[in-house]
């Protein structure tokens, strides 16, 4: 079935301020204009990235068993997974390998940059702003994932609670965020970025 692309609304990005930016998130206040992230370098980061959300999870997602569960196959139902602000979509073509009896649908500001050859029959994609709502997408999905996608939001609280609005009953939301604190060796001590190793040493004796 190839790559499909559905254009829902008009996103923000490249907007008449020119300090939109057109990134599988959305950066406010750019200084010198729009920055097109769109190249090789970007989707090579973000499958970098993906290669070690991978390994630190020692699978695609947590709580192996859950999300098993909930993807498991029904007679005479469909499961279908959300993936938004997928990127490159590579989370969501690994799981579509997994899970090939499931249906899933990627949604971000860029087209996803593989090959049509390279894309399951049970995978499609939409160009859509995660910031204008996903009232569209109610009740419709067993398993929704969210991974980086923070930067992007204008209102993480609104998203989190519109995405369990996404949710079939019994389904299942993911989501996943970098933690950007600088912690010392005990995990549990916060240190500001850019210090020495004396300033260190310091701020863990205090």
């Not at 204008?132 to 997408?137: A, Q």
């Not at 369990?164 to 912690?183: Q, T």
């Amino acid at each position: 079935m190839g790559v499909r692309f559905a254009k829902i609304r008009p996103t923000t990005n490249r907007s008449e301020s020119g300090h939109r930016v057109l990134l599988s998130f959305i950066c406010d206040s750019i200084p010198g204009g729009p920055v097109d992230f769109t190249d090789d370098a970007e989707f090579q980061r973000l499958e970098h990235q993906h290669n070690a959300f991978t390994v630190g999870l020692g699978g695609l997602y947590p709580c192996p068993e859950v999300v098993q569960d909930v993807l498991a196959p029904v007679e005479g139902v469909k499961k279908a997974v959300l993936d938004l602000g997928c990127g490159t979509g590579a989370w969501m073509l690994a799981m579509a390998q997994e899970f090939p009896h499931a249906t899933f649908l990627g949604v971000d500001l860029i087209p996803c940059p593989h090959p049509t050859s390279d894309i399951p029959p049970n995978c499609m994609f939409e160009i859509d702003d995660i910031n204008k709502g996903l009232e569209h997408f109610e009740g419709q999905f067993d398993l929704v994932h969210a991974r980086c996608i923070s930067f992007g939001i204008s209102n993480y609280r609104k998203t989190m609670e519109e995405i369990s609005l996404c949710l079939k009953p019994g389904g299942l939301a993911i989501f996943i965020e970098a933690d950007l604190d600088l912690l010392a060796e005990d995990r549990t001590t916060i240190l500001p970025i850019a210090l020495t190793d004396k300033e260190i040493r310091e701020a863990i004796a205090r």
